[in-house]
């Protein structure tokens, strides 16, 4: 009995595991589409308004990210924020290493320069971003599946040995 119960446990656990994977791969692509759409909006924001970068960060937010960046700018310089803001939200959007190097070069001149620079730069961003985007809708289409069967079926294959 307790073995029936331990294998039906660790079939669950893998196919949990299977599930979680391909979430968070969706959850990247989600979270890459929210950032591209807020740096439109903050681009917007900076080319025809003239809010300081705090209200801009506020009314371009889709995911928390720019928010978060945002209350960061109280206490310490734009690119200090921003980077704070994306260390402490790369977790629950899922960002990759590769993605996190992306939006941290945004840092690196928002605040800083002439309003024509960092809309150069918000752009050049953007790009990047997009780009990323589409990597990761790629990775959601060609292993989201692969990862949900995989876990499923990894987790009938250790009932089938354990019973």
Same mark, same amino acid.
């Given at each position: 009995?307790?073995?029936?119960?331990?294998?039906?446990?660790?079939?669950?656990?893998?196919? *949990?595991?299977?599930?979680?994977?391909?979430?968070? !791969?969706?959850?990247?692509?989600?979270?890459?589409?929210?950032?591209?759409?807020?740096?439109?909006?903050?681009? #917007?924001?900076?080319?025809?308004?003239?809010? +300081?970068? +705090? +209200?801009?960060? =506020?009314?371009?937010?889709?995911?928390? $990210?720019?928010?978060?960046?945002?209350?960061? $700018?109280?206490?310490? #310089?734009?690119?200090? /924020?921003?980077?704070? /803001?994306?260390?402490?939200?790369?977790?629950?959007?899922? $960002? #990759?290493?590769?993605?996190?190097?992306?939006?941290?070069?945004?840092?690196?001149?928002?605040?800083?320069?002439?309003?024509?620079?960092?809309?150069?730069?918000?752009? *050049?961003?953007?790009?990047?971003?997009?780009?990323?985007?589409?990597?990761?809708?790629?990775? *959601?289409?060609?292993?989201?599946?692969?990862?949900? #069967?995989?876990?499923?079926?990894?987790?009938? !294959?250790?009932?089938? =040995? $354990? =019973?």
């Amino acid at each position: 009995m307790i073995k029936a119960i331990g294998a039906v446990m660790t079939g669950f656990a893998c196919a *949990y595991f299977g599930i979680k994977l391909s979430a968070s !791969l969706r959850t990247r692509a989600v979270s890459l589409a929210d950032i591209c759409a807020s740096l439109e909006l903050l681009e #917007s924001e900076i080319n025809f308004s003239v809010n +300081k970068l +705090k +209200k801009a960060f =506020i009314r371009a937010d889709r995911n928390g $990210l720019f928010t978060l960046a945002a209350q960061n $700018l109280e206490r310490m #310089s734009a690119k200090k /924020a921003w980077e704070d /803001a994306l260390f402490d939200m790369q977790g629950k959007l899922c $960002l #990759s290493g590769a993605d996190v190097d992306v939006l941290n070069q945004l840092g690196q001149n928002i605040g800083k320069t002439d309003t024509e620079d960092q809309l150069k730069n918000i752009r *050049y961003i953007k790009t990047l971003a997009m780009q990323q985007e589409k990597q990761a809708r790629a990775d *959601y289409e060609r292993f989201g599946k692969l990862y949900r #069967s995989g876990g499923v079926l990894t987790g009938l !294959l250790a009932v089938i =040995i $354990l =019973i």
